[in-house]
């Protein structure tokens, strides 16, 4: 085997190990957004919000985590996940975020 060449069975490992990450760590922020966007654009009151927040983050989380491992390849499910999260959190930057609403 040359230099520079993976094996196939390490590759494999990799791409599932950079999907697990993508599922946790991008799932948790897709599913922050998604949820801090939908609440601040809702007429509704704190106590309601934080209720409508905590049931609806489990729900797109969970959609998040089986897109990851659901897609063709990792980096397909990175770019679908990280393009959308990261439009978002821009809009919602100048907003003020996760602040009171």
């Known amino acids: 085997m040359a230099w520079g060449t993976m094996p196939a069975m390490r590759a494999h490992h990799l791409e599932l190990l950079l999907r697990l990450l ?5 799932g948790y922020a897709f599913a922050n957004v998604i949820v801090i966007a ?3 654009s809702l007429p509704i009151s704190a106590s309601e919000a934080v209720m409508l927040a905590l049931l609806a983050s489990f729900v797109v989380h969970a959609v998040a985590v089986l897109w990851v491992f659901a897609a063709r390849s990792a980096w397909r499910a990175c770019w679908t996940l990280a393009l ?5 959190g821009g809009w919602l930057w100048p907003l003020g975020g996760a602040g009171p609403v």
């Open 38 to 40: 939908v609440v601040r």
């Open 84 to 88: 959308p999260t990261l439009l978002l």
């Open 22 to 26: 993508l599922a946790t760590v991008g």
